[in-house]
């Protein structure tokens, strides 16, 4: 079975991730941009300057399409594919570098545990119905 990426939803099914990106209102350049960086990731293809660790199993993608900059936070589940947590993007003001916004983080932890969490329960539960 092919990897792909799952999209993260809170624990009572809302979309928060595919609001997130439909909030970025993409351009078509952008888009095009963030489905080959996605793609790299599946394939193993990234390069070093396009993901940074952020650790316990934490993953930032980093996307510069001119004007604005794109975060996207993963990680990746065991056997299936990466589960995106949360997209964000930046306008780009001036020419140093833009450093991500630590909240920004802090909500892709939380939403990670929560999965995890969720995931755990599931297991759970399949394994009573035994």
Same mark, same amino acid.
């Given at each position: 079975?092919?990897?792909?990426? $799952?999209?993260?939803?809170?624990?009572?099914?809302? *979309? +928060?991730?595919?609001?997130?990106?439909?909030?970025?209102? @993409? /351009?078509?350049?952008?888009?095009?941009?963030?489905a080959k960086?996605?793609?790299?990731?599946?394939?193993?293809e990234l390069?070093?300057?396009?993901?940074?660790?952020?650790?316990?199993?934490?993953?930032?993608?980093?996307?510069?399409?001119? $004007?604005?900059?794109?975060?996207?936070?993963?990680? *990746? +589940?065991?056997?299936?594919?990466?589960?995106?947590?949360? @997209? /964000?993007?930046?306008?780009?003001?001036?020419?140093?570098?833009?450093?991500?916004?630590?909240?920004?983080?802090?909500?892709?932890?939380?939403?990670?545990?929560?999965?995890?969490?969720?995931?755990?329960?599931?297991?759970?539960?399949?394994?009573?119905?035994?």
């Amino acid at each position: 079975m092919a990897k792909a990426w $799952e999209l993260y939803r809170s624990s009572v099914g809302a *979309e +928060v991730v595919r609001k997130e990106i439909d909030k970025c209102d @993409l /351009k078509k350049h952008e888009s095009v941009r963030l489905a080959k960086i996605m793609e790299r990731a599946l394939t193993g293809e990234l390069l070093p300057r396009d993901r940074k660790p952020l650790g316990d199993g934490l993953w930032e993608l980093r996307l510069n399409c001119g $004007e604005r900059i794109f975060r996207l936070f993963y990680s *990746e +589940v065991p056997g299936e594919g990466p589960l995106l947590l949360a @997209l /964000k993007f930046i306008n780009k003001k001036s020419t140093q570098g833009i450093k991500t916004d630590p909240v920004d983080i802090e909500t892709a932890r939380k939403r990670l545990s929560e999965w995890q969490n969720r995931q755990k329960g599931d297991d759970l539960a399949a394994e009573a119905l035994k």
